[in-house]
């Protein structure tokens, strides 16, 4: 429909120019503030001896992977709430070479820092290589650029160079919506599985694509006309449906393991940060954080974080509930916003927008919305590059050198 699809080649010289420029800048974030030990991990990266620029990227959740991926969940606390598909390429990968590592736990560390940021350099590459081919469905060349534009300027995309699962989830992601506008089912299939089972907001993409395909398919509510739906298309639902298996194979092997097959959620309280077991309306977490905005002090890195993620939570609800409205203008499907809505709101019902910033960059119709923007109004372009590459530096320097960000 659109023509000039970028090459592979041409995707992996850009996501190449891309990490080294973050690489960088995490080099130069180690001269900027001092490095504060607040996570439980930091034991894991004094025990290799890489670089610091290179290991630091596993700071925070990357040591929490990198642990499952050693001894699975079992005799550690609180682990449970990391979905499994990440860590189980790390640990596969690492035990089926492992007779090539040097058998001590400076080598085997080192090679799991190496492989695990390499894993999610090839997702990133890929990702960016699928979404350039489903962008070019639909908008024009200049449309793509500046839809890339708006996504690796984004103050927190850096997490898909980090030892996250962000670059991994979102190549599922990016191949569940590419399969599904071409009809390629087993694909979708097996990809909504792996979703489902790389992080728990994957499970939105089954109604988003379920809902989208009934509408694409019949306009009438009649009762028949539904049932006669269904019953034309019985593999194409039952192939999304079955994405669910993902999740569903995690929640048996934490009842079968701890007796209880929602253990990551149940544990999500014991990671402090106001996080609820009991679900928060949204409107009450705006309350909460308006009242910390207000009263919290001093206005230190802490209160920086507080800031970013209630203010990105706020735009990035805007210009969801924005392309809803102008759904047709910017071109947006309806799985592409369905799942947004619940990939946005279901981490807020924990009673905190801790990590929003980081978890908002699922919701890929934000940056289709602003693509199409830039596209139109080069002022405003050059706004978002000027302003979000400063957050983007302090964010790195704040995540390199220890302090939470998201």
Same mark, same amino acid.
């Given at each position: 429909?659109?023509?000039?699809?970028?090459?592979?080649?041409?995707?992996?010289?850009? !996501?190449?120019?891309?990490?080294?420029?973050?690489?960088?800048?995490?080099?130069?974030?180690?001269?900027?503030?001092?490095?504060?030990?607040?996570?439980?991990?930091?034991?894991?990266?004094?025990?290799?001896?890489?670089?610091?620029?290179?290991?630091?990227?596993?700071?925070?959740?990357?040591?929490?992977?990198?642990?499952?991926?050693?001894?699975?969940? @079992?005799?550690?606390?609180?682990?449970?709430?990391?979905?499994?598909?990440?860590?189980?390429?790390?640990?596969?990968?690492?035990?089926?070479?492992?007779?090539?590592?040097?058998?001590? !736990?400076?080598?085997?560390?080192?090679?799991?820092?190496?492989?695990?940021?390499?894993?999610?350099?090839?997702?990133?590459?890929?990702?960016?290589?699928?979404?350039?081919?489903?962008?070019?469905?639909?908008?024009?060349?200049?449309? *793509?650029?500046?839809?890339?534009?708006? /996504?690796?300027?984004?103050?927190?995309? /850096?997490?898909? &160079?980090?030892?996250?699962?962000?670059?991994?989830?979102?190549?599922?992601?990016?191949?569940?919506?590419?399969?599904?506008? @071409?009809?390629?089912?087993?694909?979708?299939?097996?990809?909504?599985?792996?979703?489902?089972?790389?992080?728990?907001?994957?499970?939105?993409?089954?109604?988003?694509?379920?809902?989208?395909?009934?509408?694409?398919?019949? &306009?009438?509510?009649?009762?028949?006309?539904?049932?006669?739906?269904?019953? @034309? &298309?019985?593999?194409?639902?039952?192939?999304?449906?079955?994405?669910?298996?993902?999740?569903?194979?995690?929640?048996?092997?934490?009842?079968?393991?701890?007796?209880?097959?929602?253990?990551?959620? &149940?544990?999500?309280?014991?990671?402090?940060?106001? *996080?609820?077991?009991?679900?928060?309306?949204?409107?009450?977490?705006?309350?909460?954080?308006?009242?910390?905005?207000?009263?919290?002090?001093?206005?230190?890195?802490?209160?920086?974080?507080?800031?970013?993620?209630?203010? !990105? !939570?706020?735009?990035?609800?805007?210009?969801?509930?924005?392309?809803?409205?102008?759904?047709?203008?910017?071109?947006?499907?309806?799985?592409?916003?369905?799942?947004?809505?619940?990939?946005?709101?279901?981490?807020?019902?924990?009673?905190? /927008?801790?990590?929003?910033?980081?978890?908002?960059?699922?919701?890929?119709?934000?940056?289709?919305?602003?693509?199409?923007? /830039?596209?139109?109004?080069?002022?405003?372009?050059?706004?978002?590059?000027?302003?979000?590459?400063?957050?983007?530096?302090?964010?790195?320097?704040?995540?390199?050198?220890?302090?939470?960000?998201?």
């Amino acid at each position: 429909m659109v023509n000039q699809e970028w090459s592979l080649f041409r995707v992996f010289s850009i !996501t190449s120019l891309w990490w080294m420029i973050l690489f960088c800048l995490g080099g130069i974030a180690l001269y900027t503030i001092p490095f504060t030990n607040t996570f439980s991990n930091y034991a894991l990266e004094q025990e290799s001896t890489l670089p610091t620029w290179v290991k630091r990227w596993g700071n925070f959740d990357g040591g929490a992977y990198i642990i499952i991926s050693e001894r699975g969940y @079992k005799g550690v606390g609180l682990l449970q709430a990391y979905f499994p598909v990440y860590p189980l390429v790390i640990g596969a990968v690492a035990a089926a070479i492992s007779h090539f590592i040097p058998q001590t !736990t400076v080598g085997l560390r080192n090679f799991q820092f190496i492989f695990s940021l390499s894993f999610s350099f090839v997702c990133s590459v890929f990702f960016f290589y699928i979404l350039n081919k489903y962008l070019a469905l639909k908008y024009e060349l200049q449309q *793509r650029k500046d839809i890339f534009i708006s /996504f690796l300027f984004f103050p927190t995309a /850096f997490f898909l &160079h980090a030892i996250y699962t962000e670059a991994l989830f979102l190549l599922l992601l990016i191949f569940c919506l590419y399969s599904y506008k @071409k009809g390629w089912w087993l694909r979708l299939m097996g990809a909504l599985i792996l979703l489902t089972a790389t992080r728990i907001v994957g499970i939105f993409m089954i109604p988003a694509l379920g809902f989208d395909f009934y509408l694409s398919k019949t &306009h009438s509510f009649r009762l028949w006309d539904k049932l006669n739906t269904f019953s @034309k &298309h019985f593999w194409q639902f039952t192939a999304i449906s079955c994405g669910i298996f993902g999740l569903l194979s995690y929640m048996l092997y934490l009842y079968l393991t701890f007796g209880d097959p929602l253990y990551f959620f &149940h544990v999500q309280s014991s990671f402090g940060a106001g *996080r609820q077991q009991n679900l928060v309306p949204f409107l009450q977490v705006c309350w909460r954080y308006l009242k910390i905005l207000w009263t919290a002090r001093p206005f230190d890195w802490k209160y920086f974080a507080y800031v970013q993620e209630f203010v !990105t !939570t706020g735009v990035m609800l805007i210009f969801l509930l924005f392309g809803t409205i102008k759904k047709k203008a910017f071109k947006l499907s309806y799985a592409e916003l369905a799942f947004s809505f619940g990939a946005f709101f279901l981490p807020t019902l924990t009673g905190n /927008f801790s990590s929003m910033s980081r978890y908002v960059i699922v919701c890929l119709p934000i940056f289709f919305i602003l693509g199409q923007i /830039f596209s139109q109004h080069k002022t405003v372009k050059i706004g978002y590059i000027v302003v979000c590459s400063v957050l983007s530096f302090i964010n790195i320097m704040l995540f390199i050198q220890g302090h939470w960000v998201a």
